[in-house]
């Protein structure tokens, strides 16, 4: 079965560092792209990011770029989302979801259940 | 950047009625869209994929059209387990963007 399994619920506090992970099963995670996508509270959708883990090409939602950092780990079929300096507005739930490329079209098909990010002090 | 308009942002419908969302981009972006819907406290799921494919799996109660700036998805007869809120999703070259989403609720 293929599938993305999140890192669990973490609290955290104002300038805390935090590095999140969504692991990939029941395919060849290095040929697929993994992208980053929250929902802050009472928001919609939000897209992060995305890497290809094959070569860790990554690239940024322009609001993001700078915030975060997506990194992965082909070698155990693992990708990253990481903060260095968490601030109470990073909290959400974050989803990693594979991106299936076709000649026409990409789209997310497969998600993680969310790792839901708490901040406060 | 391209802007993608969704709306309503919330709509209420009774079982069995026809129910559509729009998107409008705010440049040509042909067929390049997507819908998800998330059920409360679920996650995403992608319903259609380049604008019109219904994804494997997926009810054929869900239905999706358009090109270039003018999209809409539509649930030919509402169920009570479409209560969710729906998202179109702009593609273009590893630079995704989403609608802001419409929430769907049974009258």
């Known amino acids: 079965e293929v599938q993305l399994e999140q890192s669990g619920a973490e609290v955290k506090k104002p300038g805390d560092s935090l590095k999140i992970s969504c692991k990939g099963s029941?395919?060849?995670?290095?040929?697929?792209?993994i992208g980053w996508v929250r929902r802050m509270p009472g928001k919609g959708l939000e897209w992060m990011g995305i890497i290809y883990p094959g070569d860790s090409d990554t690239r940024y939602s322009p609001s993001i770029q700078g915030l975060v950092t997506i990194s992965a780990d082909k070698s155990i079929n693992t990708a990253y989302l990481q903060w260095s300096s968490l601030k109470a507005s990073d909290a959400a739930m974050y989803y990693c979801a594979r991106l299936l490329r076709s000649g026409s079209y990409d789209a997310f098909d497969i998600w993680g259940q969310g790792t839901l990010v708490i901040v406060s002090s | 950047d391209i802007q993608m308009t969704q709306s309503p942002s919330s709509l209420s419908a009774s079982v069995g009625d026809r129910v559509t969302i729009t998107c409008q981009a705010s440049?040509?972006?042909?067929?390049?869209l997507n819908w998800y819907q998330q059920k409360p406290g679920k996650v995403p799921k992608l319903l259609i994929y380049?604008?019109?494919n219904l994804q494997t799996g997926v009810s054929s109660r869900f239905s999706g059209s358009g090109s270039g700036t003018d999209f809409s998805f539509t649930i030919s007869s509402l169920q009570p387990e479409d209560v969710a809120t729906y998202y179109c999703q702009h593609y273009d070259n590893l630079l995704i963007t989403f609608g802001q989403g419409t929430r769907l609720e049974i009258k």
């Open positions: 440049q040509d972006i042909s067929k390049y």
């Open positions: 380049y604008a019109s």
């Open positions: 029941g395919y060849t995670f290095a040929s697929y792209w």
